[in-house]
């Protein structure tokens, strides 16, 4: 792979180009097939900045084109060989040029919140709240039609700017250069991109994502179902982890040892729940009729004790899944959803809250937080971050962190 970056005031432009053995299906960290649509993409900073350091390109290149890199990487200027290292450590890819003199590895000071407006970033706001947000617009690519044009991303944008935080919107349309099975993020880190190329201009130093307990230790959503310790996105020890230290912006999960219900209960009591969104299709608010929104639905009606409010039928094919048997993506939150919410039983959740037969009991895990998730929090954030927890959450007891241990093992 052949990387080069050109600028444009404060538009810089990728052009990527596959080396003999690279191949245009390609794995995203968590598994899944990716094919590629097209080799360029852009990101729009709101300014042009002073300054990028070497590594900072490369790895927001890197969240973009690692899928389809097989044995080596060529960047456009010399990165450091703390990069090229965590970058051969991580993929088995050689990574340079390293160049003669050597470029010196970047470190800076800030913490800023990747930020889009959901429950999770939300709750990651409350605990930080000095925190600047960078914010991802997905915008439309030149050279792919964009059918997805009920995205609202516009509207996320301008909700982030109503939050009166420290604000920082890029836009790009990196997504684009995925044609299956999606636009979307090509590595979960992509969203970083604007982070990445702004951190030398904002002095960042980490950067703090809404992955909460389910995406960090339980394998969540399309992952694998079970405990990861050393789940390669988000450990600090794992590729990923190790590529963001090399160039000085470490990945920081404030959430990460918290599930869904304790993030949705600290977005829904925080200053910022005017702004709270976690659907992208909504205009005047959240669309109600898809799946995301029916799968926060059961959360946020579990959290305020009350019964689902929601037009959506068993036939649909949104609710398809919950008649059938588990296991579930985000199972932990369906085991909790369907032990608390009065009158499941009337529900597209029935058939769900049958086969898994949870209680309020064997759920309460869920409400306290991990301790090893506050122990990982890299050292400058972490007495934030854990005197947060104990003040408004409460640690996870001996038994209950058994629960996240043993997770998927049965
Ligand atoms: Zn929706």
Redesign the pocket.
């Known amino acids: 792979m052949r990387v080069a970056w050109t600028a444009d005031g404060g538009t810089w432009h990728l052009v990527f180009r596959l080396d003999p053995e690279d191949g245009v299906t390609g794995f995203c960290a968590d598994g899944q097939p990716l094919k590629l649509a097209t080799n360029t993409f852009r990101a729009e900073l709101p300014r042009a900045p002073r300054d990028i350091h070497p590594d900072l390109l490369a790895l927001a290149a890197w969240t973009v084109i690692a899928p389809w890199t097989r044995r080596r990487v060529t960047f456009d200027r010399p990165i450091s060989p703390e990069l090229a290292e965590a970058i051969g450590d991580g993929w088995g890819v050689q990574a340079g040029p390293t160049g003669l003199t050597g470029t010196r590895a970047r470190s800076g000071g800030r913490l800023a919140i990747s930020y889009s407006g959901g429950a999770d970033s939300v709750a990651v706001a409350a605990m930080l709240p000095d925190a600047p947000f960078v914010h991802f617009q997905r915008v439309s690519h030149s050279r792919v039609p964009n059918r997805w044009t009920h995205y609202r991303s516009d509207v996320l944008a301008s909700l982030a700017e109503k939050t009166g935080r420290e604000l920082t919107v890029v836009r790009s349309d990196l997504e684009f250069t995925l044609a299956e099975p999606r636009p979307g993020y090509p590595e979960h880190h992509a969203v970083a991109v604007g982070a990445l190329l702004m951190a030398d201009e904002l002095d960042l130093g980490g950067l703090a994502f809404g992955y909460e307990l389910g995406s960090r230790w339980l394998g969540g959503a399309r992952y694998i179902h079970r405990y990861t310790p050393d789940n390669p996105m988000w450990a600090p020890h794992g590729a990923w982890g190790r590529v963001f230290a090399a160039a000085g912006l470490h990945i920081v999960l404030p959430v990460g040892g918290v599930s869904e219900a304790v993030t949705m209960r600290l977005a829904l009591g925080s200053e910022l729940r005017g702004q709270l969104r976690w ?4 205009v005047g608010g ?5 799946g ?2 029916l799968y926060k639905e059961l959360i946020q009606a579990a959290v305020e004790r009350r019964p689902l409010r929601t037009t959506i039928t068993e036939g649909r094919p949104v609710a398809r899944k919950w008649q059938r048997p588990p296991p579930y993506g985000g199972q932990e939150m369906i085991e909790y959803g369907c032990a608390r919410v009065p009158g499941i039983e009337d529900t597209v959740f029935a058939a769900a809250a049958r086969y898994l037969r949870a209680t309020e009991s064997s759920t309460a895990w869920l409400d306290r937080c991990y301790p090893p998730a506050v122990a990982e929090i890299p050292e400058p954030w972490r007495k934030q971050v854990h005197d947060f927890v104990d003040g408004e959450i409460g640690f996870m007891s001996e038994s209950e962190a058994r629960r996240v241990e043993t997770w998927g093992a049965a």
């Open positions: 659907c992208l299709r909504g959240p669309c109600g009729t898809c995301k929104c």
